[in-house]
């Protein structure tokens, strides 16, 4: 952020995602493109830096001095962000996955985990299912014995098979669901009716503003880094 050199257009692209955050109003998404080296990347750093609860008041002061000396408007937003203490929570999505909901469920946990907010849980499917094993493994030792044995035939150990479900691994999960009939004699396994990623993300940013702890979600998707 200290190294942020900056200049009339990507100050210009930095005001304008900074006023597209504050207004209200549907219309959020912003796409970036130019070609490889124009900073798209180091915008979104400093973009992620200004909303974030952990920016340095001196490196924030700096920012605005040298922001200021091109557009004086770019620089008060700053202002304005900071004396409003309006914070975003930053998801970064991965694009290793294939799966589109799992790269926005995985990114989401990441976040999490990285500002220490696992106290604030969000139901899905594949917290359910995890639930179920470890209630299996509790109350039901006959139903678990079973399960490991199942997992045995393909060469999975029940704690292997809980990681991939943390990892939101759709397959496996759609495998656990195969499992949980054999196992129960033909019951299907109840998973959630509104468990997609949007009504997930939605849900949890109710929760982050009911908390005071955020006000709000900004998801960023980078194709390079």
């Known amino acids: 952020i200290k190294a942020f050199i900056p200049t009339p257009s990507n100050v210009?692209?930095?005001?304008?995602?900074?006023?597209?955050?504050?207004?209200?109003?549907?219309?959020?998404?912003?796409?970036?493109?130019g070609p490889y080296g124009k900073g798209k990347s180091y915008i979104l750093l400093v973009l992620l830096y200004i909303l974030s609860p952990h920016r340095d008041f001196s490196i924030l002061s700096e920012l605005q001095?040298?922001?200021?000396?091109i557009d004086s408007?770019?620089?008060?937003?700053?202002?304005?962000?900071?004396?409003?203490?309006?914070?975003?929570?930053?998801?970064i999505l991965n694009y290793n996955y294939r799966n589109p909901e799992q790269a926005?469920?995985?990114?989401?946990?990441?976040?999490?985990?990285?500002?220490?907010l696992e106290n604030l849980k969000f139901p899905t499917s594949f917290e359910l299912a995890i639930e179920t094993i470890k209630k299996w493994k509790d109350d039901y030792p006959e139903a678990y014995c079973k399960f490991e044995s199942l997992l045995s035939e393909i060469n999975f150990t029940v704690e292997d098979f809980i990681k991939e479900l943390e990892s939101f691994n759709f397959e496996v999960y759609e495998y656990f669901t195969k499992?949980?009939?054999?196992?129960?004699?033909?019951?299907?396994?109840?998973?959630?009716?509104?468990?997609?990623?949007?009504?997930?993300?939605?849900s949890f940013t109710y929760k982050l503003r009911e908390e005071g702890i955020f006000d709000g979600i900004y998801v960023v998707f980078d194709e390079f880094s």
């Open 12 to 33: 210009e692209i930095l005001k304008k995602l900074l006023l597209n955050t504050l207004k209200r109003e549907d219309k959020k998404a912003n796409v970036l493109i």
């Open 65 to 69: 001095r040298k922001i200021k000396k």
């Open 73 to 91: 408007e770019g620089a008060d937003l700053i202002d304005f962000i900071v004396s409003e203490k309006i914070r975003y929570l930053p998801v």
């Open 104 to 116: 926005f469920l995985v990114a989401l946990k990441d976040a999490m985990e990285r500002e220490n």
């Open 179 to 202: 499992l949980y009939s054999d196992i129960t004699a033909g019951a299907q396994f109840n998973a959630l009716l509104n468990d997609d990623f949007i009504n997930t993300y939605r």
